[in-house]
């Protein structure tokens, strides 16, 4: 399968500043990306989806100002976290997809905010 | 709108037995049909999947799931059950496999010696 690579693993920042994860298609073009949030032993939800060159789709409840997500090319995802707060400590983890075929997680990003 | 229930929050198994994990989901079409396994701050890994055809899928790792579309559930079945395969269970379903997701709330298998 797909390799997705996210970086950095683990961060953690202070309250109010902005925090930027990557998310990387290694061996194929993504067309499009997802975005999930997973609480401590809780499930994924999604927070938004990005196809390249557009503005990404937001869930419901997500605040697009908050959680900037942008899909410049078709190998790279960006979610940045601005003024970020406790409660936005989360694991944070992508996924790409090629049109139709299978979605590929990449291993997540644990970020913490103190 | 699409759900998917896991019942199950938590199984624990002893080595060597037999596993089965629960999923219901709630779909308006024929739904793509996941399973995802998660082992501790790490990724989702695919166990299989079911788009059509064949309603037993296997998948990797030596496990299989069974789409049985009067009981709206996607059953995952391990018949002998390894200490490694302690880990999160998340079923999932789709409106086709490159689309948005709708994840259950996991199960944990823990493995008993």
């Known amino acids: 399968g797909a390799v997705v690579s996210q970086h950095p693993s683990r961060v953690i920042c202070k309250s109010g500043t902005s925090v930027k994860i990557e998310c990387r298609s290694l061996d194929f073009q993504a067309t499009t990306m997802f975005w999930y949030r997973q609480f401590p032993k809780k499930s994924l939800m999604l927070m938004a989806t990005?196809?390249?060159?557009?503005?990404?789709?937001?869930e419901q409840g997500v605040e697009k100002d908050k959680f900037l997500i942008n899909h410049a090319s078709l190998t790279l995802s960006t979610l940045t976290v601005t003024s970020a707060h406790p409660e936005d400590s989360s694991f944070y983890i992508c996924?790409?997809?090629?049109?139709?075929?299978?979605?590929?997680f990449g291993p997540g990003t644990r970020l913490t905010v103190t | 709108a699409q759900s998917v229930t896991q019942p199950d929050i938590h199984i624990t198994v002893s080595e060597g037995a037999s596993l089965e994990l629960r999923c219901n989901y709630s779909?308006?079409?024929?739904?793509?049909l996941f399973w995802y396994v998660q082992s501790p701050g790490q990724g989702l890994q695919l166990l299989l999947k079911y788009f059509s055809g064949d309603t037993l899928v296997q998948g990797i790792k030596g496990f299989e799931a069974e789409f049985k579309r009067s009981q709206s559930s996607f059953n995952l079945r391990k018949p002998s059950v390894h200490w490694s395969d302690a880990a999160e269970y998340f079923c999932a379903v789709g409106e086709d496999a490159g689309n948005m997701l709708t994840f259950g709330g996991g199960t944990r298998l823990m493995v008993k010696p």
């Open positions: 990005s196809n390249e060159g557009s503005k990404a789709t937001y």
């Open positions: 996924s790409t997809s090629q049109g139709r075929e299978e979605q590929y």
């Open positions: 779909y308006g079409a024929t739904p793509y």
